[in-house]
């Protein structure tokens, strides 16, 4: 369902700012693959999404999604294939329309907009009964704006619209980092709700290495813009937090490990 | 100071604050929806202007040179809106450029810095000859656009530039051109301040090269003006076709203001000191407001009498 394939970024290339973000990231995801990413700070993890998302051109190498080479397509039209959640929670959502015009943004993701209305009854039906499933009483407040939801409760929303549409790959990049523990919890356990129920190939980003092992099916370490390490179905049950610390240092990059993502 | 020479004036502050407050809403376009300071503004008014008086002396139809005179405005609006997304000029610089250009344009679709048009040689939809006329006018066609915009954002492709505006990345995540909003919001903004144009030069009977000129601060100031008087009079309610109409009404306000400050005395020279002032003060009130609940010098106070409560309790 996605194909990197040897994807190279390098930042301000020429400048004495140039920074090597990717060195040539290969990953291939199967449909149905919940695949979690950790790594130290800056070695890569979000640059690699970014550069599924679109965000930029890559400097080499291609990606497919779903069969589709979407390598020259900017980040707008390659956004039918892709649901996103963002680590900011102000990120993912427009604080100024409501609860519901952000799920009818989401709802036409990747297909042209017209002078029909921007949102329908029948629409706002459906959503009443999308946002119960959150059991958050949002589906009360769905004129709300934006704005004024918390954190846990923008990122689950944001969840909620990525999913709207089915998309082909679903890119989550520490999107509970931000959160307190508790919230934290609970977007994590309805990502993973979402994820399994509509059988989404998804991309996870986490700080924590407890998560990430036992989050879905296939699990990618990433050092200094590569994957170091890359496990999936049995052989990914069976890792330990002590496994992938020491993987870490094999490659020399126990030095960007902190205690967080350890202790979670 | 007769009081009645004020009072006379003033249906002539409201038809002007009226079809200014066409301008504000433009204005209100780019300033609130999409969050860009658009400096067309200055030039699409006189550009509007131009067009209208120039077709009409030439003998098209009144209706249609006011048409045209909201294209013209929407060609301003494309061309600052190129420069910004196709060749990433920012937005301030964008709009400054396109006013320069325009002033020079206006003066050739003029030939002239100044062109006069009589309400007695042709049938002009609004003059100040006719101010009750120009009111009721005036009241209809900002009714009309509030009820065209109310639809219009309320679209899918409104929706979009509410989106861009707010939030580029979340849009562009859901597949939205944010580029191709960009330019339309200026499209359409400067198309109504066009428009704005082309109803003022027939209003005060003639075009000038410098009709224009500080028009963004009189409609930044009917924008913050109508929205301190919305909020303060609706609350919760004000919705977006109230936000609308209370920038026309503070459109209106503001002319009726400038009238009050003429009438004590205010030379004709110094109102667009006045109303830059008024716009600083508008702007800065929210902020200082804001600083003063979250400063350093308020937290020092409240630690200082912390420290003394406490001193005092141990001393008891
Ligand atoms: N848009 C950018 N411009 C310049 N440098 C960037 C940009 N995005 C990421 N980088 C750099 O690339 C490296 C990898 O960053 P990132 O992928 O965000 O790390 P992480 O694994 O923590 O998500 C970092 O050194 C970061 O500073
Ligand atoms: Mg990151």
């Known amino acids: ?264 | 100071m007769n009081i009645m020479t004020l009072v006379n004036a003033l249906p002539g502050s409201v038809a002007q604050g009226l079809i200014w407050g066409i301008l504000a809403i433009g204005v209100y376009i780019t300033y609130k929806i999409l969050d860009f300071a658009d400096l067309t503004v200055d030039g699409s008014l006189g550009t509007g202007g131009a067009v209208a008086v120039v077709l009409i002396v030439n003998g098209v139809p009144v209706p249609l040179a006011i048409v045209c005179a909201f294209l013209a405005g929407c060609l301003a609006g494309l061309v600052t809106g190129l420069l910004n997304t196709l060749l990433g000029i920012p937005g301030i610089l964008a709009g400054i450029l396109t006013q320069l250009a325009l002033y020079s344009i206006n003066l050739d679709i003029m030939g002239q810095a100044n062109t006069a048009i009589n309400v007695d040689k042709y049938p002009l939809f609004m003059s100040l000859r006719f101010i009750p006329m120009t009111i009721l006018k005036g009241v209809i066609v900002v009714a009309l656009l509030i009820a065209v915009l109310y639809w219009f954002f309320g679209t899918e492709y409104g929706f979009t530039i509410r989106a861009t505006g707010c939030n580029s990345n979340m849009a562009r995540a859901q597949g939205i051109n944010t580029k191709k909003s960009t330019v339309i919001a200026l499209i359409l903004s400067n198309g109504l301040v066009g428009l704005a144009g082309g109803l003022l030069a027939q209003y005060q009977g003639n075009a000038d090269v410098n009709m224009g000129r500080g028009a963004i601060v009189i409609g930044l100031a009917a924008v913050i003006i109508g929205e301190v008087f919305g909020e303060l009079i609706l609350g919760k309610h004000l919705n977006f076709s109230g936000r609308l109409a209370f920038t026309a009404i503070g459109a209106i306000i503001y002319f009726i203001v400038i009238q009050i400050v003429l009438w004590l005395g205010l030379s004709t020279q110094n109102t667009k000191l006045f109303s830059a002032i008024v716009v600083a003060v508008f702007l800065a009130v929210p902020y200082i407001k804001r600083a003063s609940k979250n400063s350093f010098r308020a937290a020092a106070k409240k630690s200082a009498g912390n420290v003394n409560e406490k001193g005092g309790s141990e001393n008891a």
Not at chain 1, 204 to 220: E, F, Q, S, W, Y
């Open chain 1, 1 to 264: 369902m996605l194909e990197i394939n040897c994807i190279k970024k390098t930042f301000n290339a020429g400048t004495i700012n140039e920074k090597k973000a990717l060195n040539g990231v290969t990953l291939k995801l199967e449909e149905g693959d919940f695949c979690t990413v950790i790594g130290g700070n800056g070695s890569g993890k979000s640059t690699t999404l970014n550069a599924v998302a679109g965000v930029w051109p890559v400097d080499s190498g291609s990606i497919k999604i779903g069969g589709v080479d979407v390598t020259g397509l900017c980040e707008h039209k390659r956004a039918k294939y892709l649901g996103r959640v963002f680590q900011d929670p102000m990120t993912g959502t427009t604080a100024t329309m409501e609860i519901q015009e952000n799920l009818a943004l989401a709802a036409r993701r990747g297909q042209s907009r017209s002078l029909k209305w921007g949102i329908t009854k029948q629409e706002r039906e459906e959503y009443h009964e999308l946002l119960k499933m959150l059991d958050l009483g949002l589906e009360d407040r769905m004129t709300s704006k934006v704005g004024l939801l918390s954190g846990g409760q923008r990122q689950a929303l944001t969840l909620l619209m990525a999913t709207l549409k089915k998309p082909h790959v679903l890119l989550l990049d520490e999107h509970t980092a931000a959160l307190d523990p508790k919230t934290a919890a609970k977007v994590l356990e309805l990502s993973d709700k979402i994820i399994s129920e509509n059988k989404l190939t998804a991309l996870m980003v986490t700080h924590n290495m407890h998560d990430a092992i036992v989050h879905g099916n296939k699990i990618v370490m990433m050092n200094n813009g590569r994957i170091i390490f890359e496990a999936s179905g049995e052989e990914k049950k069976k890792l330990t937090v002590e496994d992938l610390l020491k993987k870490f240092e094999e490659d020399g990059g126990a030095s960007t490990i902190n205690d967080s993502m350890i202790l979670g």
